[in-house]
């Protein structure tokens, strides 16, 4: 979680503390604002939900990696889906 985030808003969530790449070695899923880890996480092949906003610019190589999701509603039903990018977009 980085530190500007209100961690009120995941308090039903299990957070990570060791760090965004190693917790997500073994997460079931990392939910985050997309950034430039979102390709490091997806190589290792945890689903990913970028949240997304209005006015927020991420290069598509970024979103390309993860699922999007807008709104709370947008987000779990990402995670439940557990969505993954297509092999191709991994492979240098």
């Given at each position: 979680m980085h530190p500007?985030?209100?961690a009120t808003l995941w308090s039903?969530?299990?957070?990570?503390?060791?760090g965004t790449v190693n917790?997500?070695?073994t997460a079931q899923v990392t939910v985050g604002i997309p950034g430039s880890v979102f390709p490091?996480?997806?190589?290792i092949g945890c689903p990913l939900?970028?949240?997304v906003a209005e006015g927020l610019t991420v290069p598509d190589?970024?979103?390309?990696?993860?699922?999007?999701?807008?709104?709370v509603a947008e987000v779990v039903a990402a995670v439940e889906?557990?969505?993954l990018p297509r092999a191709c977009l991994?492979?240098?």
């Open positions: 500007r985030e209100d039903a969530y299990e957070t990570a503390t060791e917790a997500s070695a490091r996480i997806a190589a939900v970028g949240v190589y970024i979103l390309s990696v993860s699922a999007q999701a807008r709104t889906a557990q969505w991994l492979t240098v």
